[in-house]
C-alpha cells in the first residue's frame, strides 16, 4: 500500500495531465453538431467556389422561408372563428333588469311603470333569443360558427344577432312607438348598464382549427431529380440556385441518423480533438517544458479553449448570424499576459482549428480569425502599459476590417456590397476584447498567475516593501537594483521573462531588512559585528536572510512567482567564507550547516538571478578593475556555480549561460567605466 502510495504521487501530475485531457476531450466534444453536416460553403450573392455540383440523389425543392410566412399570414387572415353562446347570460341580466328597473323610471304611475318595464322584458327576451355579440371577426359572408355539444357548429346569419355597438339604433327602433318613444333615454340607461354579450369567441376550438391549417401546409414546391444540374463552378449564389441549395443542405441535415453513423460521427470527433489536444501536449513537452510541468498553466490553457469554443457553440445555436461579435482574440490577449508569444499563438489556432467544427463559413472564420491574431505579433509586447491594450485591441479590430474586405474583394471581384453589418460585429468585438484586463485579474487571484501587470506594480521602487528596503538597508537596495539591471540585460539576450527577473531580483534580498547590519554592503563603520560571534552564527544569519525574506514576501502578500526567486537565489550553496573560517578552528565541522537550503534555480529566469547577484556581489571586492579581471571574475564565479551543478535543475543550456557570461561582462565593463590608460 505505502508503494503503491508513493507511485501514486510520483504519477500525480501525470494524472491531472491525463484527466484534464479527457474531461477537455469530452466538453468540447458535446459542443460539435450531433447531425449530418453540408460539405459546401456557400452565402447568397456570392460565386461558387467549388466543383460543379449535381444532385446526389432525389431531392424536394422547399418553399423560401419568406413563401411559407405569407401562407401562414393568409390563412391567419381567412380562419373561421368560431363562437359559443352562453344561456347563463340572459338570466344574469334578467336578474340585473329586476334589481335596477325601479330606479330609471322614477316619477311614472305604478301602472305605467309596469307597462314600460314589461316592454323592457320583452325586448330582452327577443334580443337573447339569437344573441349578443360584442364584436365579430372573419364573419366570411355575413354568418357566424356557433359551437353546439363541444365540437359541433351550425351558422347563424349576423342579421340576427344584436351588436353591442348597435344598441342604440336597436333601443330606437324597437321603442318608437307612442307611449314608449318618451322614455327611450330610461331604456338606454337601462339596458347600457345590464347588457353583456351571450356570445363570446370559442378560443381553443378556433386555436385548434387554426393549428391544424397551418399543419396542412406543404413545404415543398416540386423536386430535384438526381443528376440535375443545380449549380456549375464560378456562377453566382442567387435566385432559384441559392433556393436549391438549401434545400439541399436542409436535406443532409435533416437526415436521421442511425446509430452506426452517430457512433461513427462521434469518433471522427473524438480523434480529431484528440489529435489537437495531444499536438498542444507534445509542443508544451518539447518546447516549453515549464509550463508543460505547471499543472496551473495547463488547466488556465484549457479553460481558455473551453470557454472560446463553448461561447462560439451557443452562439452558433442560438444566433449565427452574430458569430463575429465572439471575441475570440480576448483569448490571446489573455494568454499573453502569462504565456510566450509563441505558446499564445500556437493554442490559439489549435483552438480556432477545432472552433471550424462549429461555425458555418467555417473557411472564412477560420482564416479571418488565424491571420487577425496575428497582428498581436506587431502589437506592443508590454501588455502592461494601458495604452497598449487598446493598442492591440485597436489593431485586431483593424486586422478584422482589412483581412475580411480583402476576402470579399477575392470571392466577388469587387469592394462593393460589403455586408456593414459584420464592421459593426467586428468594431463591438473589439469593444469586448478590452474587458481582457479584468478577466486577467481574476485569473491572477484564481490561479496564482502574475501578470505584467501585477509585475510592473511590483516594480515601483516606491511600493511599501522596496521604500522599507532603501531605508533599512540602502547598501542592499542598491545592490539590488544593479542586480535588476544586470539579470534584466541577460534575460532578453536569451529570451527569457525580462520583466520577472527584474522584479524578482528587486525583492531577492528583502530578507536582509531584519539584520542589515551584518552584511557587509549596509555596514557604515569598519567596525564588523561577526567579529564577536562564531563563524557557525554568523552562517546561520547569513544563510538566515533567505527564509526571512520568504516569511516577509508572504506576510506582505508578494506573488509566489517571486518568492521563488527569493528561495533559490542562493540554491544550495556553501557561504565559503565562514565555513572555511570554522573549518580551519575545527575540521569536524558539518558541511551541511553552512549551506543554504535551496531549492537549487529551476528556470531559467531564477538561474539568471543566482548568476547576477553572485556576480555583482563579487565584483565589490575588486579594486581598480580592469576589462582582463573582470572578465576572468565572471568566468571564475559561474564555473563554481556550473561544478556545484546548482543549474540542473534550470532547463538553461550551456550556450544561453555564454550569451549571459557576455551581457554581464559588457554591463560590468561600462559600470567601472573601465578606460585605456593614457601616457604621462
Given amino acids: ?252 441535415e435533416e437526415e436521421t441518423w442511425n446509430h452506426q453513423n452517430y457512433v461513427w460521427s462521434l469518433t471522427g470527433y473524438y480523434v480529431l480533438v484528440s489529435i489537437v489536444l495531444l499536438v498542444i501536449g507534445l509542443y508544451l513537452k518539447i518546447y516549453e517544458k515549464e509550463i508543460y510541468k505547471n499543472n496551473v498553466k495547463i488547466a488556465v490553457i484549457l479553460i481558455n479553449m473551453l470557454t472560446i469554443i463553448a461561447f462560439v457553440g451557443i452562439i452558433t445555436q442560438t444566433f449565427p448570424q452574430y458569430i463575429y461579435i465572439v471575441p475570440v482574440g480576448m483569448m490571446a490577449l489573455i494568454l499573453k499576459s502569462f504565456f510566450d508569444l509563441r505558446t499564445v499563438i500556437f493554442v490559439f489556432i489549435a483552438t480556432i482549428l477545432i472552433v471550424g467544427f462549429i461555425v458555418p463559413n467555417s473557411f472564412q472564420f477560420v482564416f479571418i480569425q488565424v491571420v487577425a491574431v496575428l497582428a498581436i505579433i506587431i502589437a506592443p509586447r508590454d501588455l502592461h502599459y494601458r495604452l497598449n491594450s487598446f493598442v492591440s485591441a485597436a489593431l485586431i479590430t483593424g486586422a478584422y476590417f482589412v483581412i475580411y474586405t480583402a476576402f470579399h474583394a477575392i470571392t466577388e471581384g469587387t469592394i462593393s456590397g460589403l455586408n456593414i453589418s459584420l464592421f459593426t460585429l467586428f468594431f463591438l468585438n473589439g469593444v469586448g476584447m478590452l ?63 525580462a520583466l520577472l527577473v527584474r522584479v524578482g531580483a528587486l525583492y531577492h534580498d528583502i530578507g536582509k531588512m531584519l539584520n542589515p547590519v551584518y552584511f557587509i554592503e549596509n555596514q557604515k563603520t569598519t567596525t564588523n559585528p561577526h567579529d564577536s560571534l562564531t563563524p557557525t552564527q554568523s552562517a546561520k544569519i547569513i544563510i538566515g536572510h533567505v527564509t526571512d525574506g520568504i516569511e516577509l514576501a508572504r506576510k506582505n502578500k508578494l506573488p509566489q512567482r517571486i518568492i521563488d526567486f527569493i528561495r533559490t537565489h542562493h540554491g544550495t550553496s556553501l557561504a565559503y567564507y565562514f565555513y572555511r573560517k570554522e573549518f580551519e578552528q575545527n575540521s569536524n565541522c558539518q558541511e551541511f550547516n553552512f549551506r543554504y537550503p535551496g531549492p537549487k534555480p529551476f528556470s531559467k529566469e531564477t538561474a539568471i538571478l543566482m548568476m547576477a547577484d553572485s556576480v555583482e556581489a563579487a565584483t565589490k571586492s575588486l579594486k581598480n578593475p580592469t576589462y582582463e579581471m573582470l572578465d576572468e571574475f565572471v568566468e571564475k564565479i559561474i564555473k563554481k556555480q556550473l561544478d556545484d551543478n546548482q543549474f540542473m535543475n534550470a532547463d538553461i543550456t550551456l550556450k544561453e549561460i555564454e550569451k549571459i557570461k557576455k551581457v554581464f561582462k559588457d554591463k560590468l565593463t561600462n559600470i567601472y567605466h573601465i578606460r585605456i590608460a593614457y601616457p604621462e
Fill in 1 to 252: 500500500m505505502k508503494k503503491f502510495r508513493y507511485t501514486l504521487y510520483l504519477r500525480e501530475s501525470m494524472i491531472f495531465k491525463l484527466i484534464a485531457f479527457l474531461v477537455a476531450l469530452i466538453l468540447i466534444v458535446q459542443v460539435f453538431p450531433k447531425k449530418a453536416k453540408f460539405k459546401y460553403e456557400f452565402q447568397k450573392g456570392k460565386l461558387w467556389q467549388h466543383e460543379t455540383l449535381y444532385a446526389p440523389f432525389d431531392f424536394p425543392l422547399k418553399k423560401t422561408a419568406e413563401q411559407i410566412e405569407t401562407e401562414k399570414e393568409e390563412i391567419k387572415e381567412n380562419s373561421i372563428v368560431y363562437y359559443q353562446k352562453d344561456p347563463s347570460v340572459y338570466q344574469s341580466v334578467i336578474s340585473n333588469f329586476n334589481n335596477k328597473k325601479n330606479t330609471h323610471f322614477n316619477g311614472v304611475s305604478e301602472q305605467k311603470k309596469q307597462e314600460l318595464l314589461a316592454k323592457g322584458e320583452e325586448f330582452l327576451k327577443k334580443i337573447y333569443q339569437e344573441g349578443v355579440i360584442l364584436s365579430v371577426e372573419n364573419t366570411g359572408e355575413g354568418e357566424i360558427n356557433l359551437i353546439r355539444n363541444g365540437n359541433e357548429f351550425y351558422e347563424v346569419s349576423l342579421n340576427n344577432i344584436l351588436k353591442l355597438n348597435e344598441l342604440s339604433s336597436e333601443i330606437a327602433k324597437y321603442f318608437s312607438d307612442a307611449p314608449y318613444n318618451k322614455y327611450k333615454k330610461n331604456y338606454y340607461d337601462l339596458f347600457f348598464e345590464i347588457l353583456q354579450p351571450d356570445i363570446t369567441i370559442e378560443q381553443n376550438f378556433t386555436k385548434k382549427t387554426l393549428e391544424e391549417s397551418l399543419k396542412e401546409i406543404v413545404y415543398t414546391r416540386g423536386w430535384v431529380k438526381k443528376g440535375q444540374l443545380i449549380i456549375a463552378r464560378g456562377e453566382m449564389v442567387e435566385g432559384e440556385r441559392f433556393n436549391t441549395l438549401l434545400s439541399l443542405q436542409s436535406e443532409y
Fill in 435 to 497: 474587458f481582457s484586463q479584468p478577466f486577467t485579474y481574476i485569473y491572477e487571484k484564481t490561479f496564482g498567475l502574475v501578470s505584467d501587470v501585477s509585475l510592473l506594480e511590483l516594480s515601483d521602487t516606491n511600493s511599501k516593501l522596496l521604500r522599507e528596503l532603501s531605508e533599512k538597508a540602502p547598501g542592499t537596495f542598491q545592490h539590488s537594483m544593479q542586480v535588476a539591471n544586470l539579470a534584466e540585460a541577460a534575460a532578453s539576450e536569451i529570451g527569457a521573462n
